[in-house]
T-cell receptor, first 111, second 113 residues
Framework: QQQVKQSPQSLIVQKGGISIINCAYE??????FPWYQQFPGKGPALLIA?????SEKKEGRFTISFNKSAKQFSLHIMDSQPGDSATYFC??????????FGSGTKLNVKP | NAGVTQTPKFQVLKTGQSMTLQCAQD?????MSWYRQDPGMGLRLIHY???????DQGEVPNGYNVSRSTTEDFPLRLLSAAPSQTSVYFC????????????FGPGTRLTVL
């Protein structure tokens, strides 16, 4: 049973558009929610993260929206660029040590 | 700093063989972890360690052993390889708990025939 459900599986966005990736979880004991970005042939890299006592966090063009009551969180990429084309993973962390990742979203930003 | 290093980069094993995937970090990080990445399944935590001498199981620990005798090294052992263990394996580390930024290694692509 997958602890974190991520959608969509793939996403095509025009340059300058907004990319939105959604994740949902069931376990209310999760205490940390990071997003990772992965380019082909590389390991994932932390993009942005949020704790459940915060509803939104913004870093540059990247924003996490967090809805604790709905047990959902999402990544918004504003002004998407071709260089943002990568696979994005959400994660939920239990006790700050046990990571559960979503299945990933492959983003393609068209020039 | 070399960051997180993993060896080997590629490996082919036959069913039943054993091997150790090496992971080392030079950032004096307390937290280290191993993941496997399979298509359509994201990354799944195999084992993790919060410091030398302390390890714990993740989501998919069966078939894998770990130990942490030093802060720098966190090897992953496959005792008897199975085709189901064909995957890309990533090691990661962070300063304290996993809530800090995790730095991932470049990965090891393992094929079990």
């Amino acid at each position: 049973q997958q602890q974190v459900k991520q959608s969509p599986q793939s996403l095509i966005v025009q340059k300058g558009g907004i990319s939105i990736i959604n994740c949902a979880y069931e376990n209310t004991a999760f205490d940390y929610f990071p997003w990772y970005q992965q380019f082909p042939g590389k390991g994932p890299a932390l993009l942005i993260a949020i704790r459940p006592d915060v509803s939104e966090k913004k870093e540059g063009r990247f924003t996490i929206s967090f809805n604790k009551s709905a047990k959902q969180f999402s990544l918004h990429i504003m002004d998407s660029q071709p260089g943002d084309s990568a696979t994005y993973f959400c994660a939920a962390v239990y006790n700050f040590n046990k990571f559960y990742f979503g299945s990933g979203t492959k983003l393609n930003v068209k020039p | 700093n070399a960051g997180v290093t993993q060896t080997p980069k590629f490996q082919v094993l036959k069913t039943g063989q054993s091997m150790t995937l090496q992971c080392a970090q030079d950032m004096n990080h307390e937290y280290m972890s191993w993941y496997r990445q399979d298509p359509g399944m994201g990354l799944r935590l195999i084992h993790y360690s919060v410091g030398a001498g302390i390890t714990d199981q993740g989501e998919v620990p069966n078939g894998y052993n770990v130990s942490r005798s030093t802060t720098e090294d966190f090897p992953l052992r496959l005792l008897s390889a199975a085709p189901s263990q064909t995957s890309v394996y990533f090691c990661a580390s962070s300063y304290s708990s996993g809530a800090g930024e995790q730095f991932f290694g470049p990965g090891t692509r393992l094929t079990v025939l």
